[in-house]
């Protein structure tokens, strides 16, 4: 790709500026109690058919696109006024969604991931061919891991396994645990909040990159990072 002058980049700026602006609430979203048989289903056409959620996670409520639509995952970065620098992390509905969105993994990689998901455990590594730009860090670096948390599990499960979810708050603003939270803080600028009751928050997950010799602690979280190396030091010795 060629250099890019100061006018190209005024100009996205502007336009993601003015995307920002249009993203902001103009109604209330609807609101669907996942404890409804209904809930969690329609939740899930909503987004299959390109729309965006609030759904809630093992920590807080986050906001959610499918990877299919890029149109989605971009009025994500305006709603939450996010820079477009910053890619979005992916939740999975399970360790063997892993995938449908990254490269194959040496097998004690896979067995270390098996040993903390469902958890707070993000991984980055090296995303297929093809990922949306609005997921992929440099060099084609996605993160993703599978909460737990049943009703963003089964949601997941019946959107096609893998979606782009971040907090849903405003940058800057403190994460939304209740889906009154949720409206209060995004109104209408998301179509549909799946209300799962009150969502714990907590430490945040420790994030992982995984390297020719095995995983690099780059955030430590809620599972410390010595305790994930030492269990790497476990399989990698058979």
Not at 213 to 221: C, H, N, V, Y
Request: charged share 25%; no cysteine; hydrophobic share 40%.
């Amino acid at each position: 790709m060629g250099d890019r002058g100061p006018a190209d980049l005024s100009s996205d700026q502007d336009q993601h500026h003015r995307s920002q602006r249009e993203a902001r609430p103009r109604a209330e979203p609807v609101v669907l109690d996942a404890r409804a048989g209904y809930g969690i289903e329609w939740a899930a056409e909503h987004l299959i058919g390109g729309g965006i959620i609030a759904l809630p996670t093992d920590t807080v409520y986050g906001i959610g696109a499918s990877l299919a639509h890029g149109d989605a995952l971009r009025r994500i970065f305006a709603i939450k006024e996010r820079p477009l620098s910053k890619p979005l992390p992916i939740l999975l509905a399970s360790a063997a969604a892993l995938g449908s969105v990254a490269l194959d993994l040496d097998e004690r990689v896979a067995r270390l991931l098996a040993r903390y998901w469902p958890g707070p455990l993000t991984v980055l590594l090296k995303g297929r061919e093809g990922m949306p730009a609005e997921v992929t860090g440099p060099d084609g670096i996605i993160g993703a891991r599978v909460p737990n948390h049943p009703v963003a599990l089964e949601l997941l499960e019946r959107a096609g396994g893998a979606m782009a979810v971040t907090s849903a708050n405003r940058s800057g603003e403190e994460p939304a645990r209740t889906a009154e939270e949720v409206v209060e803080s995004l109104g209408g600028a998301i179509g549909v909040v799946l209300d799962a009751g009150r969502t714990p928050g907590g430490v945040p997950s420790t994030v992982i990159a995984i390297e020719h010799d095995g995983p690099t602690i780059l955030r430590d979280g809620a599972i410390p990072g010595e305790h994930l190396l030492a269990t790497w030091r476990e399989i990698a010795a058979g």
